[in-house]
């Protein structure tokens, strides 16, 4: 009598894993960039929130710092994925694009600044989860 293998990979799936990876790198991109803001916010370097913020040079800082946040994120993601790391980071990085896209369609018409603010955000998600895989990546060489 025999009995039947099954083949399995090198690595077993570990989604719950995966799945924290993901957020952890969601998570820190946002808590970042929330208490940025806020840290701008009490500074008086930003308007009150809820205040419209149409001054180009703010939102360039502010678009500054959430490509390093999410690069940061996309690395962190990367970092603790239990395999393939790359894949993992691409992961964070389409959430980011869809959540940069739903964002861009609720904001533009409240006009709470220029509509190439969020644009950028949402378009900048992809890029910036390709490079923190790379990051993590080569520090792996």
């Known amino acids: 009598m025999t009995i039947p ?3 399995t990979s090198s690595y077993p799936r570990r989604v719950g894993r995966s ?3 993901v ?6 991109v946002v808590v970042l960039s929330l208490g940025s803001d806020q840290v701008l916010h009490m500074l008086g370097v930003y308007p009150p929130w809820g205040q419209p913020m149409f001054d180009p040079g703010l939102n360039l800082l502010a678009l500054s710092y959430r490509i390093v946040y999410t ?5 962190i993601t990367a970092r603790f994925a239990p395999h393939s790391p790359m894949r993992h980071a691409w992961a964070l990085g ?3 694009s869809v959540v940069g896209v739903a964002g861009a369609i ?3 018409p409240m006009h709470l600044g220029p509509a190439w603010y969020p644009i950028a955000l949402a378009l900048a998600a992809l890029p ?3 490079l923190g895989g790379v990051l993590h990546r080569r520090q792996g060489e």
Not at 23 to 28: C, D, K, R, T, Y
Request: aromatic content about 12%; some cysteine.
């Open 94 to 96: 389409i959430i980011g």
């Open 23 to 28: 957020l952890l790198g969601f998570v820190a």
């Open 128 to 130: 910036c989860a390709w």
């Open 71 to 75: 690069v940061v994120g996309s690395y």
């Open 106 to 108: 609720a904001t533009i």
């Open 19 to 21: 799945v924290a990876a």
């Open 5 to 7: 293998m099954t083949r």
